[in-house]
């Protein structure tokens, strides 16, 4: 669906932040992107929706060009930030994740069920008329996540979605993704806390200084995932079922 050819990134003080970049990202796909901080993953991910332009380079969504179909782009691929408490910008649960239908146009209807069926699919119903300031952390992350699927996007991305959640809310969220990707939803994960989620990955991407070093099944890198600064159980490939908090 996405696909990313030869992209660079050089900020205005000349430090390179991607460097010829090639990834493609396909349907259904649960993608583990994985590298310390600073290894580029979070400014790759802006430019796949737009937010900032490559110095060279191009990016693909269903064979053209993101940039005179951004609105598409935009809806078809949802991006939740690390700071998923910047997204929130309603009183209430059901009045935030209502706001990009409404935004769009849609009759009261639609977006009530945008709204219902979000919040169902994070496990939030029960949290509809809550006032927002007063979600836990792993509910903030989930009511995000719950904003982002009202829209009804075929690819999901999620930037470092474990910051500040203890375990309990880390399951909570891993809950939600395993349950999204079951129902053909793209999953594209940012992290560098392999130990929490890379059990549950199709494909593992390796990033560092910003450069895509490696890209493939999980098992197929596991030698290489030390070289990113990323932590990886002792042992071998045989450890990969154990990088999960999901019961």
Not at 46 to 65: D, K, Q, W
């Amino acid at each position: 669906m996405v696909e990313i050819r030869n992209l660079s990134h050089r900020f205005d003080d000349g430090a390179l932040g991607l460097n010829n970049v090639n990834l493609a990202l396909g349907a259904g796909e649960f993608v583990v992107l994985a590298g310390e901080n600073g290894a580029g993953k979070s400014l790759l991910m802006r430019h796949l929706v737009g937010l900032v332009a490559p110095t060279s380079g191009s990016i693909l969504y269903r064979g053209r060009e993101i940039g005179p179909q951004l609105k598409q782009v935009r809806q078809a691929i949802g991006l939740v930030f690390q700071d998923s408490g910047a997204q929130i910008v309603s009183l209430t649960v059901e009045e935030d994740v209502g706001f990009g239908p409404r935004n769009r146009g849609w009759s009261p209807a639609e977006v009530d069920l945008a709204i219902t069926s979000s919040l169902e699919a994070v496990g939030l119903l029960g949290h509809r008329k809550q006032p927002c300031s007063q979600l836990s952390g792993g509910e903030l992350r989930r009511a995000a996540i719950a904003g982002v699927l009202a829209l009804r996007p075929e690819i999901v991305v999620l930037d470092e979605p474990f910051t500040g959640l203890d375990f309990p809310s880390v399951q909570a969220v891993l809950g939600t993704l395993v349950r999204l990707h079951q129902t053909g939803i793209t999953i594209i994960l940012l992290t560098h806390e392999l130990d929490k989620c890379l059990a549950l990955a199709t494909r593992l991407v390796l990033m560092s200084s910003g450069t895509v070093i490696a890209d493939g099944a999980p098992t197929d890198l596991w030698e290489l995932i030390t070289t990113t600064n990323v932590h990886r159980p002792p042992g071998g490939p045989e450890k990969l079922a154990e990088m999960t908090w999901l019961a």
